[in-house]
């Protein structure tokens, strides 16, 4: 029987509690894809109980053995405060489960919920006294990382799964990669953005997270699309899919977009974006080169990466490869290497870190990065009034609408872009 008078409250702490296992980048998945078990994940990760179980029940009916769907079905259970259901689950998976760390996790799960007396209403508060806490014997699940830390606490492991997985949205209007992340172990979205060398955010975003943001002087400037601005550097726990790392993140005064998650995070890790089925999946790099003429070497200077773009009649010219842009930004050596004519081009204006900057749009009749041809693709051409790709000298930014549709590895290791046909 449900204990029917502590529900209510029981199932917000409960959620809350589950919801700090996936926001610590310790979210626990089998390598194995399987799209009853991503979709069941998915909607687990909006707390969706109820409808994750489903998904759950059904990878269930093709693997019964599959620990990882057990545990998040007796999770979802938990979740929805059907207490004597997920006893029953806990107990089998901690029966019959196959991998060790979900059958110990299933056991703690099983003797608090053993352990209530019927009903509980305390709270341990949090570590800052903030009542966030996991409910006194309340047999809300444990064995999940508990949410939150200050920026001066201290640091969790760096985290780097052999295999792991982070599914995006893209911004209307815009097409900015966004994946749900955490720092410091507390909610954030990011911007997925191969065109940023850093991860940076706004005192804003702190200020949201219950970080206490800097007070001293700038100590260092930022440059990017429009100009600089002033900058500071903290270092905190930044964490997407499964992926964990201590990074010296870079905070603005003030950032009204997603922050961005940049070349500092995944430039050591190989991962695959998928722009068809919207996630990214990770894995460690590898020795193994094949090449074949789906594969295109790039460049990495600094933390960038850098192909060679080929226009009309054969003319090249080197551009960034950056998920975070929305288009395709020349520079004025690229409009000039490619032979582009921007005089019959409209005035538009284009928002980076610094600021705005003036470009011209057009439309170009043909680009192409090795198996990837695009025709009558609308770009933008800076008129090097302003800003960072505005220098000559500088390359521009290849960006969503060059890569949509199709799904590609970035192995750095090998310096190799793959795609998949």
Known sequence: MKNIGVRADFRKVVQAATWALLLGGYLLQPAAADPYFDYGLKVFQ?????????????RLKSNPNDTYAQYYRALCYHGQGDTDRAKELYQSVVSTGID???????????????????AATAVNPGKHGSGAGTPAGSGAPSGLPPGGADEDAQSGPTIV?????AYFSLTPGHNDMIVEGAVNKRRLSFCFDTGASVTMMGKNHLRELGIHPP???ATSKIQGVGGTVDSWTMKLDVGIGGITKRLPVRISEEWETAPLLGQDFFSDIDYEIDNVGHCIRFSKSSDAVKDDNYTIPFQRIGKHL???????????????????????????????????DTSGGSIEYHKGVGGSTEAVGLVVDMLRLGPIVVRNVKVSADTGQKGMVGKEGSSGLLGQAFFSGWRFTIDNRNQRLRFFH
Do not use: H
Request: net charge positive; no cysteine; proline share 5%.
């Open 100 to 118: 060790a760390r979900i059958r110990a996790l299933a056991q703690t799960q099983l003797k608090k919920l053993e352990n209530i007396p019927g």
């Open 46 to 58: 909006q707390r969706n109980f109820k409808l994750a179980a489903q998904y759950f029940d059904m």
């Open 215 to 217: 007070t001293t002087p």
């Open 161 to 165: 799964p052999a295999n792991s997985k």
């Open 306 to 340: 850098y192909v060679q773009l080929e226009g009309e009649k054969g003319k090249k010219t080197q551009m960034i490869v950056d998920t975070g842009a929305e288009g395709i930004l020349f520079s004025p050596t690229n409009i000039r290497e490619l032979g582009i």
